[in-house]
């Protein structure tokens, strides 16, 4: 690893102006679990690395029924599923979040981390589209908000522009009866990057369990995260049977543009996406119908 | 859940019969008596290799007060909290907290495999939770409690997992040991009464290359059944 020098800062005005000064020179230090790696490997040689883990807004977890949550984009996976809000009301990003690496790697890695390394199969970013997660931002500029579907625009490469920083997730409340799941395929147990990711979210009218929200994210089938605008709309308003999801099913699998790798072909990732996203539906509508959010 | 050691001064007590710098200040055992003598089990207890370190008696500074600081990209001087003592350590940022435990302080119990967060011989606990230490910044772990194995138990005084490993004959070379020893304590102290699928969850990051994992997995059972027979 080359030289560098660590910076601090213990506030968020601090961080901005340190990022600002550096420009393209530094990179924010979050967990280190994609960074250091990089850093060691030679693909990214910033001369400051600043941690920004001591910066009240970027490690805190609060949530409410009035507001929804706020995740701080530098909170480590481990206070995501040790928190009870957490694992009842987003059990899906949650899932998520336990998933990234072994229980080592999630005492350190965070969800703004995965998101920002701009991984295409990162795991925790299908489960924050299908929930309508919006990024907060701040930058030399000011601030601004993005949804994380637009968020990451090829492998590697997110709209963050040098001296930005990404401060925190807001998700909306949950709904009455709403949930979330995400499932991967991976052809071991733990410790794999993602062949296929869907993550998917569902709100419903028990009395008719017909759907009055539902979104859909797939990750490891293109250059990005995507979101599966038309296999979402196609299930609102729609009861939640068999042929809504084989639909569903259908319209995630059109928007999917897998490559062949040595972790899959294109064509099984393609069918596997069929698989998940039933899966994943049908999952999600069950925690949402025993749900009683409020 | 907890992530803390069940004994609060569990690490102090450790670290006080075991410092050095308390007697003659030279290693206790040499590695060759120790291999000669207690063969596997002072493999498991970790301890090969300790070399004498004074631990400082100053209080911790507070590494977070004051305005932000910059240090690097030359050597930086700062303090560790390992094993219920206070270490100085002059380091450069870019070194990682394995490379100090193992290089500075001569704490060679983590062991340095695939230095990528792959294989989990460098485990150690922050604050009481499992962590790689290849995979982060000595720097960035001040503020922290750090236990590494020599700090979980010792030879006279052996953690119920290390007797196990022993009674279960869990290892073979013995590499793995240390980081899967690390692991599967801070697996019991947050669910001391796992079932073997949450013992092979809490392993996950652990790769054994001589295949242990069977006994591995008993060891672990029968530790977690001993610790609650004495609690
Ligand atoms: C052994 C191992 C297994 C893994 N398994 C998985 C897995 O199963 N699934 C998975 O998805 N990933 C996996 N990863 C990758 C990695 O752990 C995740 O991507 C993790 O979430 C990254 O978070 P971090 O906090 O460690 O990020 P860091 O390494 O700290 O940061 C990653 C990148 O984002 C930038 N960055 C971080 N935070 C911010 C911010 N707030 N604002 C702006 N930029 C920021 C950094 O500068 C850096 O470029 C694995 C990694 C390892 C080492
Ligand atoms: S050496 Fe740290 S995980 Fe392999
Ligand atoms: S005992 Fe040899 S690597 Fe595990």
Redesign the interface.
């Given at each position: 690893?080359?030289?560098?020098?660590?910076?601090?800062?213990?506030s968020l005005d601090?961080?901005v102006k340190?990022l600002a000064a550096h420009g393209e020179k530094a990179r924010p230090?979050s967990g280190?679990?994609d960074l250091?790696?990089q850093?060691?490997a030679g693909t990214r040689r910033p001369?400051f690395?600043v941690?920004i883990?001591?910066i009240p807004e970027l490690t805190r977890i609060s949530f409410s029924l009035q507001h929804g949550l706020r995740l701080g984009a530098a909170a480590p996976c481990?206070s995501i599923h040790?928190n009870s809000d957490m694992r009842k009301y987003y059990p899906g990003l949650t899932e998520a979040a336990h998933l990234i690496?072994?229980?080592?790697?999630q005492?350190?890695a965070t969800v703004g981390g995965n998101l920002c390394n701009g991984s295409p199969a990162a795991d925790t970013t299908p489960a924050l589209i299908a929930l309508g997660a919006q990024a907060r931002v701040i930058g030399p500029k000011g601030e601004r908000t993005v949804p994380v579907d637009g968020f990451c625009l090829a492998p590697g490469r997110t709209v963050l522009q040098p001296g930005e920083l990404l401060v925190e997730f807001h998700i909306p409340a949950p709904e009455r009866h709403s949930s979330d799941a995400y499932l991967r395929f991976i052809p071991r147990?733990?410790?794999d990057i993602a062949v296929v990711g869907v993550g998917a979210a569902l709100s419903l009218d028990v009395s008719d369990d017909r759907v009055v929200e539902a979104r859909i994210g797939l990750g490891a089938v293109g250059p990005t995260p995507i979101f599966a605008a038309e296999a979402s709309k196609s299930l609102i308003g729609k009861t939640l049977d068999a042929a809504a999801i084989e639909n569903a099913a259908r319209l995630a699998i059109a928007v999917a543009t897998p490559i062949d790798d040595m972790r899959g072909t294109a064509e099984f990732r393609r069918h596997v996406v069929g698989v998940l996203t039933r899966r994943t539906l049908a999952k999600a509508a069950e925690r949402a119908r025993e749900a009683n959010q409020r | 859940m907890s992530r803390r050691p069940r004994d609060p001064h569990h690490n102090e007590k450790i670290a006080a019969e075991f410092d050095p710098a308390a007697d003659d200040g030279g290693p206790k055992l040499s590695r060759r008596s120790f291999l000669k003598g207690a063969g596997a089990a002072a493999a498991v207890a970790g301890l090969l290799g300790v070399q004498p370190a004074a631990a400082d008696d100053a209080a911790p500074e507070p590494p977070l007060a004051g305005a932000a600081e910059r240090l690097g990209p030359g050597p930086a001087t700062f303090k560790l909290r390992i094993n219920g003592a206070t270490r100085t350590v002059t380091a450069e940022p870019r070194v990682t907290l394995l490379g100090v435990l193992r290089d500075h302080l001569g704490l060679t119990g983590a062991k340095l495999v695939c230095d990528r967060g792959a294989c989990g011989a460098c485990t150690v606990h922050l604050d009481g939770a499992p962590v790689t230490s290849c995979m982060m910044l000595a720097i960035d772990a001040r503020g922290h409690e750090i236990t590494t194995i020599e700090g979980l138990g010792a030879p006279d005084r052996m953690h119920a997992l290390q007797d196990a490993f022993v009674a279960k004959d869990a290892l073979q070379c013995g590499f793995c040991t240390p980081g899967m020893t690390m692991a599967l304590s801070a697996a019991l102290e947050a669910n001391p009464n796992p079932s073997p699928a949450e013992i092979k969850h809490a392993i996950a990051g652990n790769i054994c290359r001589c295949g242990t994992y069977p006994h591995v997995i008993e060891a672990a059972l029968a530790a977690a059944q001993a610790a609650r027979g004495q609690a």
């Open positions: 690893m080359h030289a560098i020098n660590y910076e601090a800062p213990k601090e961080a340190l230090l280190g679990t250091l790696i850093l060691r001369e690395v941690d883990k001591q481990i040790e690496g072994s229980l080592q790697i005492s350190r147990n733990e410790m | -």
